[in-house]
């Protein structure tokens, strides 16, 4: 690891809920600290103003991602779309989430292509 400037991890790998992600980064931070490391854990995809802090707070350093283009507007402001899942149901899996009938109403139908759950 001491050849490498910086340690990457997609969110998606780092794991399926949102608690797995987060304690995903802190084990790794823990890990990289015992041993002496002291390298950036940069988390790709993890652009979100919902869990960018939280990953800063597990222990990444950098995070980046595409969430601008992926967001859904409802009265209560706008969000990226798995974020839905960590307000409403933080240990539930995005495709559970979004099977949800509320999740239409939140979204406005505008990803009914990406939820086969929801009639086109």
Request: net charge negative; hydrophobic share 45%; aromatic share 10%.
């Amino acid at each position: 690891m001491r050849l490498f400037d910086i340690v990457g991890v997609t969110e998606k790998e780092a794991g399926d809920t949102f608690f797995e992600r987060l304690a995903f980064v802190a084990r790794l931070r823990a890990l990289l600290d015992a041993n002496n490391v002291h390298k950036p854990i940069h988390v790709f995809g993890g652009l979100d103003p919902f869990m960018t802090p939280l990953y800063f707070l597990a222990g990444a350093d950098v995070v980046d991602g595409l969430t601008w283009l992926r967001m859904a507007f409802s009265d209560t402001g706008a969000r990226y779309l798995p974020s839905h899942a960590a307000m409403t149901e933080p240990m539930a899996r995005f495709e559970e989430a979004v099977a949800d009938p509320a999740y239409e109403l939140q979204t406005c139908g505008r990803h009914a292509d990406r939820n086969p759950a929801i009639p086109a």
